[in-house]
């Protein structure tokens, strides 16, 4: 039988992989991304998750995968600003995520 995530678990899978991302944008953006400049990015993704429902049982994977997208952005295509990822990260989620 599968057991159900709780609203904390869900929550920290969103914080963490928010975390990562930062952490890409300190490895791949060394000239343009400062520590502080790299929380704060973090701190306001994870924001407009929790204002868009991606706690919840079927968003929290697409929230995640989301972010991976915009991960996969930074990495393959050099020239991404985090403006531009975090606008892939965004238009991905509300496109797939339930209302």
Not at 5 to 21: K, L, N
Not at 71 to 98: C, F, H, M, P, W
Request: hydrophobic content about 40%; charged content about 25%; proline content about 1%.
């Amino acid at each position: 039988m599968a057991t159900k995530t709780s609203d904390a678990e869900r929550r920290s899978r969103v914080a963490e992989t928010c975390v990562d991302f930062g952490g890409d944008l300190l490895r791949l953006r060394l000239s343009s991304m400062t520590p502080d400049d790299a929380q704060q990015a973090v701190q306001d993704l994870f924001s407009w998750f929790e204002e868009h429902d991606a706690f919840t049982e079927g968003n929290v994977g697409i929230a995640v995968h989301a972010i991976a997208f915009g991960r996969q952005l930074l990495d393959s295509r050099k020239t991404a600003t985090l403006e531009e990822a975090v606008e892939a990260i965004q238009n991905l989620y509300s496109g797939l995520a339930q209302s």
